[in-house]
């Protein structure tokens, strides 16, 4: 996919906030998504060895608390000149389950593109899509109990 201008003023935007926010081991990686009407909201990651938010889910929630609708670009930037990075798995799931139509920019620095999030996923698991149906009953609102052979089960209320 082609590079337009304002994918690369995305990638400066996220370079710009990772020069100036990362700056120590908590924080290394910097993101900026811009919505369809071309407002721009950035974050950076949150380590943390339980697994803190990367900084893509952290631009996100700026743009869900500032307001946006629909996103159409994201992209990653790597503290310590690292460049653009592309989203890890969770991320990539992330931004298939609430933007299916938008674009990651990724790539090395000569060769960026901006390519739809379903190119990163194939085969991807669509989570609505997997959904089973609770049947009606008491126990509907309750996660299903699975019936194991020669285990007498809780009777319904």
């Known amino acids: ?5 304002t994918d690369r003023a ?7 906030v990772a020069k100036l926010r990362c700056r120590s081991d908590n924080h290394t990686v910097a993101a900026a998504v811009r919505s369809t009407e071309g407002r721009v909201f950035s974050g ?6 339980t697994g803190g938010p990367c900084a893509e889910v952290v631009a996100l929630g700026a743009a869900a608390t ?5 996103l159409e670009a994201i992209v990653a930037v790597g503290d ?70 020669g285990v007498r089960q809780a009777a319904e209320d």
């Open 44 to 49: 950076v990651n949150v380590y943390h060895f």
């Open 66 to 70: 500032q307001g946006a609708g629909e």
């Open 1 to 5: 996919m082609i590079m337009r201008d």
């Open 80 to 149: 310590r000149g690292r460049g653009v990075l592309p989203p890890c798995g969770r991320c990539r799931q992330v931004l298939l389950d609430y933007f299916p139509s938008i674009k990651v920019i990724v790539g090395p620095p000569d060769g960026l593109r901006a390519i739809p999030i379903a190119d990163l996923l194939p085969e991807t698991y669509v989570w609505s899509d997997q959904q089973v149906e609770v049947p009606a009953g008491p126990r509907a609102a309750l996660w299903p109990v699975p019936v194991v052979p």
């Open 10 to 16: 995305l990638v400066q935007a996220a370079t710009a």
